[in-house]
């Protein structure tokens, strides 16, 4: 099962977002599809907000790739942190 969660901080307070998959892919172009999903939700909802922050239980290696890293540089946020926990928590 592939997981990814959001927390996003805005004046209006603190949100979590989940993305759950029961693809056993886990590529990355499963974790940018996440990704975007949930920024779609964000931006709509909280487009003005002080920091992004997605937690990953899944292989680091899925979103340390040239188009993760070049796709979240090029986003528009103040301040984000991407955590990788232990697979299998």
């Known amino acids: 099962v592939f997981f990814l969660t959001c927390v996003v901080s805005s004046k209006q307070g603190t949100q979590s977002f989940a993305v759950v998959s029961d693809d056993t892919t886990h590529d990355t172009a499963h974790a940018l599809l996440a990704t975007e999903a949930i920024e779609e939700y964000v931006y709509e909802h909280y487009p003005?907000?002080?920091?992004?922050?997605?937690?990953?239980?899944?292989?680091?290696?899925?979103?340390?790739?040239?188009?993760?890293?070049?796709?979240?540089?090029?986003?528009?946020?103040?301040?984000?942190?991407?955590?990788?926990?232990?697979?299998?928590h």
Do not use: C, M, N, P
């Open 48 to 88: 003005v907000f002080s920091e992004i922050l997605f937690v990953s239980d899944v292989e680091a290696a899925h979103f340390k790739d040239y188009f993760q890293i070049h796709k979240l540089s090029r986003k528009r946020y103040s301040s984000a942190r991407w955590i990788f926990s232990a697979t299998g």
